[in-house]
């Protein structure tokens, strides 16, 4: 039972700590401008926005020329797009002025993110499950602070993640919630006009100097700006600190849940069969299990924890097993492809949690060994505690949390492509024979891939639990020399 | 010159974890060869570190390809 008590706190640490996930990387990796890196507005009209002014090969954006275009000013700082004609980028010009993607033509990198990123709906197939969404709007912006329980099915998304409806002041876009900037109607249910295609993301150069999507609605001729949740990784996926957080209940959070109750029905099951079939060769699952069990007891625990190794077994076999269930469920096809370990939320708080079952059972030896290696002249010590220090405490829970992430993200973005290639090759309907030609190529491709990512998996899991393991082994072990 | 230096990046990155695992996979060869019997040990051994070296690798991918 303490095994599954671990469990249980990994999902409510995860709970709170997805909230913080990576927000929205590159939504859409062209910007929906296909042709030019920037945009070129009307002089003067900016404040505090940097668009890099590039050439536009073909573009004619006529000054000045507005068909009955409405800015209202106070909504976004000053931001005014002059634009006149616009060749067709595959899309349609929506009331703002902007070519919007309207999915003719394919995009393996926003198609790949969208798959790999959580999201505030769980997808089945062509069925979109809502999902309760937990929204904070932080004090100081517009509106207050507040917060917002609802069910996702009020944005009535389509099969793309994007959201017809805005609820709250909140939309959807591919598959998350994004909070609407400025004078927006925040009450109930606000059909967009737009539907679907409300909102866009244009790609801009941001303050830091790194170019970055930002999102905008379009609705009623106003433009608004779009902000997505916040993150804790300092805007390294492009996220850092926005207007709202989102403390929802996303696909992550439920393929938890599920895997935490399936590996809880399934252990109950083995030890029930333990308990009746005593004295008799275990079978079926029990034999299974039983088979992982002792491979990881007697190669992982035993070596590493030396004579404390019975103390340490719920934890080991807590992340193992959870990891591994997490890892496999992502794997289902079909079945939403939900890319838990890929998330660094999910596999940060597994690496505090392998951090603080060390650091608590850390002994004396431990501690001097980090700040005050034993046998070293004192200038050599100054140099040594710092890397120790770092070590331990920033280098070790970093790699844990990385290599699980790095592994996982990989060879689900990998599968992605490798099914996105049939699009790529048939130009996403214009070149059917090459789409259907590329099939069996992309599915053997795709088989191949998904075979692998059950061996990475396994091995994924066996690592971490292995590291953990030795680290733990590392604390506790006693003074020998 | 079409691409961007983070893709350069990665594909420095890939250099380094072939490199090393194939080194991994080459002494675990000859170690087997020297003495068959340790076959099972080897191989676990083997995997273990192959997991350990395409994890920097593939932490350095990733972070190219998102940073970059």
Same mark, same amino acid.
């Given at each position: 039972?303490?095994?599954?008590?671990?469990? +249980?706190?990994?999902?409510?640490?995860?709970?709170?700590?997805t909230?913080?996930?990576?927000?929205? *990387?590159r939504?859409?990796?062209?910007?929906?401008?296909?042709?030019?890196?920037?945009?070129?507005?009307a002089?003067?009209?900016?404040?505090?926005?940097?668009?890099?002014? /590039?050439?536009?090969?073909?573009?004619?954006?006529?000054? @000045?020329?507005?068909?009955g275009?409405?800015?209202?000013q106070?909504?976004?700082?000053?931001h005014?797009?002059?634009?006149?004609?616009?060749?067709?980028h $595959? /899309?349609?010009?929506n009331?703002?002025?902007?070519v =919007?993607?309207?999915h003719?033509e394919?995009?393996? $990198?926003a198609? &790949?993110f969208?798959?790999?990123?959580?999201?505030?709906?769980?997808s089945?197939?062509?069925w979109?499950?809502?999902l309760?969404?937990f929204?904070?709007t932080?004090?100081?912006?517009?509106g207050?602070?507040?917060?917002d329980?609802f069910?996702? !099915?009020?944005? *009535?998304a389509? %099969?793309? !993640?994007?959201?017809?409806?805005?609820y709250?002041?909140?939309?959807?876009y591919?598959?998350?919630?994004?909070?609407?900037r400025g004078?927006?109607?925040?009450?109930?249910?606000?059909?967009?006009?737009?539907?679907?295609?409300?909102?866009?993301?244009?790609?801009?150069?941001?303050?830091? !100097?790194?170019?970055?999507?930002?999102? %905008?609605?379009?609705e !009623?001729?106003?433009?608004?700006? =779009?902000?997505?949740?916040?993150?804790?990784?300092?805007g390294l +996926?492009?996220?850092?600190?926005t207007?709202?957080?989102? +403390?929802?209940?996303?696909?992550?959070?439920?393929?938890?849940i599920?895997?935490?109750?399936?590996?809880?029905?399934l252990?109950?099951?083995?030890?029930?069969? %333990?308990?009746?079939?005593?004295g008799?060769?275990?079978?079926?699952?029990? @034999?299974?299990?039983?088979?992982i069990?002792?491979?990881?007891?007697?190669?992982?625990?035993?070596p590493?924890? $030396? *004579?404390?190794?019975?103390?340490f077994?719920?934890?080991?076999m807590?992340?193992?097993?959870?990891?591994? /269930?997490?890892?496999?469920? $992502?794997?289902?096809?079909?079945?939403g @492809?939900?890319?838990?370990?890929?998330?660094?939320?999910?596999?940060?708080?597994?690496?505090?949690?392998?951090?603080l =079952?060390?650091?608590?059972?850390g002994? *004396?030896? %431990?501690w001097?060994?980090?700040?005050?290696m034993?046998?070293?002249?004192?200038?050599?010590?100054?140099?040594?505690?710092?890397v120790?220090?770092?070590? &331990?405490?920033?280098?070790?829970?970093?790699?844990?949390?990385?290599?699980?992430? @790095?592994?996982?993200?990989?060879?689900?973005?990998?599968i992605?492509?490798f099914? /996105?290639?049939?699009? #790529?090759?048939?130009?996403?309907?214009?070149n059917?024979?090459?789409?259907?030609?590329?099939v069996?190529?992309?599915?053997?491709?795709?088989?191949?891939?998904?075979?692998i990512?059950?061996?990475?998996?396994? #091995?994924? &899991?066996? =690592?971490f639990?292995?590291?953990?393991?030795?680290?733990?082994?590392?604390?506790?072990?006693?003074?020998?020399? | 010159?079409t691409?961007?230096?983070?893709?350069?990046?990665?594909g420095l990155?890939?250099i380094?974890?072939?490199?090393?695992?194939?080194?991994?996979?080459?002494?675990?060869?000859?170690?087997?060869?020297?003495q068959?019997?340790?076959?099972?040990?080897?191989?676990?051994?083997?995997?273990?570190?192959?997991?350990?070296?395409?994890?920097?690798?593939l932490?350095?991918?990733?972070?190219?390809?998102?940073?970059?």
């Amino acid at each position: 039972m303490r095994k599954l008590g671990f469990i +249980f706190l990994f999902i409510s640490i995860a709970c709170f700590v997805t909230a913080q996930q990576q927000g929205s *990387k590159r939504t859409n990796q062209q910007s929906t401008h296909q042709n030019h890196q920037g945009h070129n507005h009307a002089q003067g009209d900016h404040s505090g926005h940097n668009h890099a002014k /590039g050439d536009h090969s073909g573009h004619n954006h006529a000054q @000045g020329d507005h068909s009955g275009h409405n800015h209202a000013q106070g909504d976004h700082s000053g931001h005014n797009h002059a634009h006149g004609a616009h060749d067709d980028h $595959g /899309g349609h010009m929506n009331a703002c002025g902007h070519v =919007v993607h309207d999915h003719s033509e394919f995009n393996p $990198g926003a198609v &790949a993110f969208h798959h790999i990123s959580d999201q505030n709906v769980y997808s089945i197939g062509p069925w979109q499950l809502p999902l309760p969404c937990f929204l904070y709007t932080h004090k100081d912006s517009e509106g207050g602070s507040k917060f917002d329980v609802f069910s996702s !099915g009020n944005f *009535k998304a389509d %099969y793309h !993640g994007n959201g017809s409806v805005a609820y709250n002041g909140y939309v959807l876009y591919e598959g998350s919630a994004r909070r609407i900037r400025g004078n927006f109607n925040r009450d109930g249910a606000v059909p967009l006009k737009s539907g679907s295609h409300s909102v866009y993301a244009v790609e801009e150069m941001q303050d830091n !100097g790194k170019k970055k999507d930002q999102l %905008y609605l379009c609705e !009623g001729g106003k433009i608004f700006l =779009v902000d997505s949740k916040s993150t804790l990784d300092g805007g390294l +996926f492009g996220g850092g600190i926005t207007s709202f957080t989102d +403390f929802s209940m996303t696909k992550n959070v439920v393929s938890m849940i599920i895997v935490c109750l399936f590996l809880f029905w399934l252990f109950r099951k083995v030890a029930r069969a %333990y308990k009746n079939r005593q004295g008799l060769a275990p079978t079926g699952i029990q @034999g299974f299990i039983e088979t992982i069990f002792v491979f990881i007891q007697d190669e992982v625990a035993k070596p590493f924890l $030396g *004579k404390r190794w019975q103390e340490f077994i719920p934890i080991l076999m807590a992340l193992f097993f959870f990891i591994l /269930g997490l890892n496999l469920f $992502g794997q289902i096809p079909f079945f939403g @492809g939900s890319n838990v370990t890929g998330s660094l939320s999910v596999t940060a708080v597994l690496a505090i949690v392998a951090f603080l =079952v060390t650091t608590k059972n850390g002994n *004396k030896d %431990y501690w001097k060994h980090i700040f005050n290696m034993p046998g070293l002249p004192a200038w050599v010590k100054i140099i040594v505690t710092p890397v120790e220090m770092m070590g &331990a405490f920033i280098v070790k829970p970093l790699t844990l949390m990385l290599r699980l992430f @790095g592994n996982m993200t990989a060879g689900h973005m990998v599968i992605v492509i490798f099914v /996105g290639l049939i699009f #790529i090759f048939g130009k996403n309907g214009m070149n059917p024979a090459a789409g259907w030609g590329m099939v069996i190529p992309s599915a053997l491709l795709t088989l191949f891939m998904m075979a692998i990512e059950l061996l990475v998996a396994f #091995i994924q &899991a066996f =690592v971490f639990t292995i590291l953990t393991a030795s680290y733990i082994g590392a604390a506790t072990e006693e003074h020998h020399h | 010159m079409t691409g961007s230096l983070a893709a350069i990046g990665a594909g420095l990155a890939v250099i380094g974890a072939a490199i090393g695992i194939g080194q991994i996979g080459g002494k675990a060869m000859e170690a087997i060869a020297r003495q068959p019997e340790a076959v099972g040990d080897i191989r676990s051994n083997m995997i273990l570190m192959a997991a350990l070296v395409e994890g920097a690798a593939l932490i350095a991918i990733l972070l190219s390809f998102f940073v970059g």
